[in-house]
């Protein structure tokens, strides 16, 4: 197993007071994001210790709709240790869960509000459906971010100002490229799994909007066959 201090340390958010949006993905070394359409089925034990530091260190887990869906998320719980190591560093037991969706089909009675430790929220926009809306306020905080589109910039600053300025997005590829295009895209947590898929799986990001962002190496290290790179903002 890894070390979780040092997996601590060499994730660790150097200024909390700054908001930023790091991105935690997975791809196979022939550029694969899912397997049988499934993220998960790439990863192993070292690869969720990273996930699991990565979830201790933020404000709010940012996750789209059909990812939710595709990967069975039901509500996040991080462990004892955990928990307790972010309230020795004065914020909340568990980072707070937040839903990118525009059409909001999502069942109000998905594990992921009814298993859910608090209350999470819900991104959309204004033409949204007003029915599946009101459905959804009654099992979470219903924000409003743009108007025909959900806009990445406004969810960001409404975030914020909910104190929940460290994001963590894990997907899935249309978030990242939303976010991406928009330019908000501050960190790549990426971890590479060593199998050659040769599918038809699609990328870790998708957009016909975003342009090239040079990003700058911040760390890498290997475990086993998995190699864990974090890439930066280049400014």
């Not at 994001?33 to 998960?40: E, V």
């Not at 089909?105 to 991104?123: G, N, Q, Y």
Request: a negative charge.
């Amino acid at each position: 197993m890894l070390n979780r201090d040092e997996l601590l340390d060499r994730y660790r958010i150097s200024d909390r007071s700054a908001p930023g949006v790091r991105m935690n993905f997975i791809a196979t070394l022939d550029g694969a994001a899912t397997r049988d359409g499934l993220s998960g089925a790439l990863n192993n034990a070292d690869d969720k210790q990273v996930f699991d530091t990565l979830r201790t260190l933020t404000d709010v887990i940012l996750v789209g709709a059909g990812t939710v869906r595709a990967e069975g998320y039901g509500g996040v719980r991080l462990e004892p240790v955990d928990a307790a190591w972010r309230v020795s560093q004065g914020m909340p037991e568990q980072p707070a869960l937040a839903i990118v969706s525009s059409r909001l089909e999502i069942d109000p009675a998905h594990p992921f509000f009814a298993d859910a430790v608090s209350r999470p929220l819900v991104i959309t926009h204004a033409a949204a459906p007003a029915e599946r809306r009101a459905a959804l306020a009654a099992v979470a905080d219903v924000m409003i971010c743009g108007e025909a589109a959900v806009d990445p910039r406004l969810m960001l600053a409404e975030l914020a100002t909910r104190g929940l300025g460290q994001v963590l997005c894990e997907g899935g590829p249309h978030l990242f490229g939303d976010l991406l295009a928009a330019d908000c895209v501050d960190e790549l947590c990426l971890s590479l799994s060593p199998v050659l898929d040769a599918g038809n799986a699609g990328r870790i990001a998708v957009s016909a909007a975003a342009t090239p962002r040079p990003m700058r190496l911040l760390h890498s290290f290997a475990a086993g066959d998995m190699l864990f790179l974090r890439y930066g903002r280049a400014r």
